[in-house]
């Protein structure tokens, strides 16, 4: 079901996160993840800060999914919460959730929507809306952003 393959996403990007698996395992869902996904896919972050690389293999989502973990370093807990919503189109499914957690001994609480369209039991196509500044903020990466937003505009 859609529904599944979606929460899977969620589910994999906070065992990654959450930085509890050893290097086997964190191989063995990257794998997982990129498993998720078509070999040929759109996946677009539209609400990114800096720059909304269109991921289209699964190749480039297992290093953007790889990536992920550096970029969220102090996390002692990372989950996604919320529902799928159903659409008229059997193929398109809507996760609204929060991933919550806390990191640096902060509580967080990031919304999140993806609109994604999933066909034969993988994703060909997401648009990932996420609260990029919260994510920054969350893991203490706030400055590091505002100061690549300056060069970007600079």
């Known amino acids: 079901m859609p529904a599944d393959v979606v929460r899977a996403v ?7 996160i959450a930085g509890q698996l050893t290097e086997q395992q ?4 990257l794998d997982h993840l990129a498993s998720l996904y078509a070999e040929h896919t759109d996946v677009r972050h539209p609400l990114a800060p800096l720059v909304d690389t269109p991921l289209r293999t699964r190749a480039e989502l297992r290093r953007h999914f790889a990536e992920g973990p550096g970029r969220a370093q102090g996390a002692e807990r990372f989950e996604a919460v919320g529902q799928v919503h159903e659409t008229s189109d059997p193929e398109v499914v809507i996760f609204e959730f929060s991933y919550v957690g806390s990191a640096n001994g902060r509580p967080f609480s990031l919304p999140c929507i993806f609109v ?5 039991g993988v994703i060909v196509e ?3 809306y996420a609260d990029h500044v919260g994510l ?3 893991f203490g990466r706030l400055n590091n952003l505002a100061t690549a937003l300056a060069a970007e505009s600079g």
Do not use: E, N, W
């Not at 969620?10 to 990654?16: F, I, Q, Y």
């Not at 964190?26 to 869902?29: V, Y």
């Open 10 to 16: 969620a589910t994999g990007v906070s065992a990654l």
């Open 26 to 29: 964190k191989q063995a869902q």
């Open 136 to 138: 920054a903020r969350a």
């Open 126 to 128: 997401s648009r990932d």
């Open 116 to 120: 994604t369209r999933v066909r034969d």
